[in-house]
């Protein structure tokens, strides 16, 4: 019994038939799987904020938000670890537009960075200290990040939702 070298080495693919000596004018198989394809949603960054205490915050980048955010309180299978000590979560802000995935990564690579470099100080010029609210100065340093980042990258495309007030 002979068997063929794709049966044996996995790795191996079977040469495509030449489509011009194709006999049928209809859609192969796997031309259909390709072309029925959905498309999928643009790509978002997104920023949310835990509500226990201490307070953080979470960049991220996905296609479905609401899905992911339900992921991150624990709802759904596949929250980031770093995620779980701040359950539950709510959406602080929300950039959207990207083109594609590695689009939304430099973004949200870039808002990271950025976000570490920047000293943490209040409207006066101090560092910051507890107020009444104390997811208060963690979000106006995050906009803060996110101005550099506006001001490094090409953003006209993209649209900024704030979903709460860092002001």
């Not at 359950?87 to 929300?94: D, G, H, L, S």
């Not at 979000?139 to 490094?152: D, E, F, G, I």
Request: charged share 25%.
């Amino acid at each position: 019994m002979m068997r063929t070298l794709s049966q044996t080495f996995r790795s191996v693919k079977r040469p495509i038939p030449n489509p011009k000596s194709s006999k049928s004018s209809s859609p192969t198989k796997s031309e259909f799987k390709i072309n029925a394809k959905p498309k999928s949603d643009s790509w978002c960054v997104y920023l949310i904020l835990s509500t226990n205490l201490p307070i953080k915050t979470y960049v991220g980048v996905t296609t479905n938000f609401p899905r992911r955010l339900r992921q991150h309180n624990g709802e759904l299978k596949g929250g980031a670890k770093a995620s779980r000590a701040g359950r539950p979560w709510v959406c602080a802000c929300i950039v959207c537009g990207f083109t594609d995935r590695s689009e939304a990564c430099v973004f949200e690579s870039k808002w990271k960075a950025l976000t570490r470099r920047l000293p943490r100080k209040n409207q006066n010029g101090e560092p910051s200290k507890q107020s009444k609210d104390p997811s208060r100065p963690l979000l106006q340093h995050r906009q803060a990040a996110l101005n550099r980042v506006k001001t490094s990258l090409d953003c006209t495309n993209l649209e900024i939702n704030w979903h709460l007030d860092p002001l």
